[in-house]
C-alpha cells in the first residue's frame, strides 16, 4: 500500500489550491455559502498536513483582520467540519483539511509523533469490520473515530 503521507518536498500551494476549488464547487452544489471567512479559515487549516488547533487559527485570522471573536472562529470551523471539508482530530483537540471531501466517508487517521502530520486512511474494509463488530455486539455505532499514533515511512527513513 502506497503512503498516504505527502512527499517532504512537494508544492503545497497545489493542494491548498486544490482544496479551495474543490471546498467552493462542494459548497455551490449544496447550496451553502463559502463565505470569505470560511474560506479564509479552511486556508488556514491547510497551512500544512499538520492539524491546526482552533485557537492557532484565532490568533492569525486576528493577525490579519484585527480581533476576530472566537465564536466566529468556532462556526466556521463547525460549517467546514459539517460538510466534511475538515475534520476533527479528537485526540490532537485540532483539525486537518480533507483532501476527498466530496466523497463521504469514514475518516481514519495516522498521526505522525514526530512530524504531527496526519494521513487519512480511507478504508472501506476497515469500517465494514467495524460495523460487523459492532451489530455482533449489540452495540449501535453513532460515530466511529480511529486514530493511530505512530511514526511515519519518512520520519522512520530519516531517523534511519
Ligand atoms: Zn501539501
Ligand atoms: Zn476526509
Ligand atoms: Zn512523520
Same mark, same amino acid.
Given at each position: 500500500?502506497?503512503?498516504?503521507?505527502?512527499?517532504?518536498?512537494?508544492?503545497?500551494?497545489?493542494?491548498?489550491?486544490?482544496?479551495?476549488?474543490? !471546498?467552493?464547487?462542494?459548497?455551490?452544489?449544496?447550496?451553502?455559502? @463559502?463565505?470569505?471567512?470560511?474560506?479564509?479559515?479552511?486556508?488556514?487549516?491547510? %497551512?500544512?498536513?499538520?492539524?491546526?488547533?482552533?485557537?492557532?487559527?484565532?490568533?492569525?485570522?486576528?493577525?490579519?483582520?484585527?480581533?476576530? !471573536?472566537?465564536?466566529?472562529?468556532?462556526? =466556521?470551523?463547525?460549517?467546514?467540519? %459539517?460538510?466534511?471539508?475538515?475534520?476533527?482530530?479528537?485526540? @490532537?483537540?485540532?483539525?486537518?483539511?480533507?483532501?476527498?471531501? =466530496?466523497?463521504?466517508?469514514?475518516?481514519?487517521? @495516522?498521526?505522525?509523533?514526530?512530524?504531527?502530520?496526519?494521513?487519512?486512511?480511507?478504508? =472501506?474494509? @476497515?469500517?465494514?469490520?467495524?460495523?460487523?463488530?459492532?451489530?455482533?455486539?449489540?452495540?449501535?455505532?453513532?460515530?466511529?473515530?480511529?486514530?493511530?499514533?505512530?511514526?511515519? !515511512?519518512?520520519?522512520?527513513?530519516?531517523?534511519?
Amino acid at each position: 500500500m502506497s503512503d498516504p503521507f505527502p512527499a517532504v518536498a512537494h508544492d503545497h500551494r497545489r493542494c491548498v489550491d486544490e482544496a479551495l476549488t474543490e !471546498a467552493a464547487r462542494l459548497c455551490e452544489g449544496r447550496g451553502v455559502r @463559502l463565505t470569505a471567512l470560511r474560506r479564509r479559515v479552511l486556508e488556514l487549516v491547510w %497551512q500544512s498536513h499538520a492539524p491546526v488547533g482552533a485557537y492557532r487559527v484565532m490568533e492569525l485570522l486576528g493577525a490579519e483582520r484585527g480581533s476576530v !471573536a472566537p465564536p466566529t472562529v468556532y462556526r =466556521a470551523l463547525d460549517f467546514l467540519v %459539517q460538510h466534511g471539508l475538515v475534520h476533527r482530530i479528537e485526540s @490532537l483537540n485540532a483539525f486537518i483539511g480533507c483532501r476527498a471531501p =466530496a466523497a463521504s466517508h469514514r475518516a481514519f487517521f @495516522l498521526i505522525c509523533r514526530a512530524c504531527r502530520e496526519v494521513a487519512e486512511l480511507d478504508d =472501506a474494509e @476497515l469500517a465494514r469490520t467495524l460495523d460487523r463488530r459492532a451489530v455482533a455486539a449489540g452495540f449501535m455505532v453513532e460515530e466511529a473515530r480511529v486514530e493511530v499514533t505512530g511514526t511515519c !515511512a519518512r520520519c522512520r527513513r530519516m531517523a534511519a
